[in-house]
């Protein structure tokens, strides 16, 4: 019966032995599941983190890269573009007729150019041609000073005066105001057919015979492009590209580092902001602008 009591104990302590130890190895289990788990969390986190700093760095690279190129291609804004082997045409043939400067003194043709600066370059470079072939003295364009953009400014604001006189004087007499004795007579004005060619304006020569001032109201379109004798496009050229210089204020301000830098950072900031392309200045006012904004 001892025996018996003896065994049942010995049988019921290694029992509480088992479990307790079951028991313990649970735990055991547990905390390094708890772990293990934990460890899978830091590793995923870390890793993430360090995923998304190569991506913000690897963006960065890009936006930095993207700005650098941007900025260089704005920079070439101010450059001479590269000419492609090509070079002006602009030197007269032997054919050309050197206008004298007596030639034209007692006919006169007063023009009111119109549309924005661009627009009124091209109808005044054509007004000088059609004054050399109408054989008349061209008085200095008036700016279009009605459109929306009400801008004020006159021929010499935007342009060197003496400097388009000089330089086409063998092509076109050029003077800055219609004689006082004209200013009361009657004057023709003439709406010219666009792009009209030489016979056209050959035969606008008879207005002369009853007129000495030809006022024509818009200078935009008045003469074609082809089928024009090269020195007729070379002089448009020459009144373009060398007769219309722009004034002294505006050179300066073109020629100055500071500036151009100003205007570059200006375009780049106006297209990094709004993504558009913007249209070119078109008046004294708007090329203003830049400098002003900043």
């Known amino acids: 019966m001892v025996k018996y009591r003896g065994s049942s104990l010995m049988r019921t302590s290694s029992t509480t032995k088992f479990l307790s130890r079951m028991k313990s190895l649970k735990k055991i289990a547990l905390h390094v599941v708890v772990l293990l788990a934990f460890s899978i969390l830091v590793f995923v986190f870390k890793t993430q983190s360090i995923l998304e700093e190569v991506l913000l760095l690897s963006r960065s690279q890009e936006s930095e890269s993207e700005s650098q190129h941007l900025q260089a291609?704005?920079?070439?804004?101010?450059?001479?573009?590269?000419?492609?082997?090509l070079?002006?045409?602009?030197?007269?043939?032997?054919?050309y007729e050197v206008m004298p400067s007596a030639l034209g003194s007692n006919r006169f043709l007063t023009v009111r150019s119109n549309g924005g600066l661009n627009q009124m370059r091209a109808g005044i470079s054509d007004m000088v041609a059609v004054a050399h072939i109408m054989n008349a003295t061209l008085v200095i364009p008036q700016m279009d000073k009605r459109s929306f953009w009400q801008d004020s400014s006159t021929f010499s604001d935007i342009f060197d005066e003496l400097h388009f006189i000089t330089t086409l004087q063998g092509d076109v007499r050029i003077v800055k105001e219609l004689p006082k004795d004209l200013e009361s007579i009657p004057r023709v004005r003439k709406h010219f057919t666009s792009w009209s060619g030489m016979g056209y304006y050959k035969e606008m020569t008879q207005l002369w015979k009853d007129y000495q001032v030809i006022h024509v109201p818009k200078s935009?379109?008045?003469?074609?492009?082809?089928?024009?004798?090269?020195?007729?496009?070379?002089?448009?050229?020459?009144?373009?590209y060398h007769a219309l210089r722009f004034s002294a204020p505006i050179e300066s301000l073109g020629k100055c580092p500071r500036a151009s830098?100003?205007?570059?950072?200006?375009?780049?900031?106006?297209?990094?902001?709004?993504?558009?392309?913007?249209?070119?200045?078109?008046?004294?006012?708007?090329?203003?602008?830049?400098?002003?904004?900043?």
């Open 220 to 240: 935009d379109s008045r003469l074609a492009n082809n089928d024009l004798p090269p020195d007729i496009q070379r002089l448009r050229c020459r009144a373009m």
């Open 87 to 95: 070079h002006p045409c602009i030197k007269l043939s032997a054919k």
């Open 261 to 294: 830098g100003i205007l570059s950072n200006y375009v780049t900031v106006l297209v990094l902001k709004l993504g558009v392309a913007l249209p070119c200045p078109t008046t004294a006012a708007d090329i203003a602008l830049p400098v002003l904004a900043f």
């Open 73 to 85: 291609s704005v920079g070439k804004l101010w450059d001479a573009p590269f000419s492609n082997g």
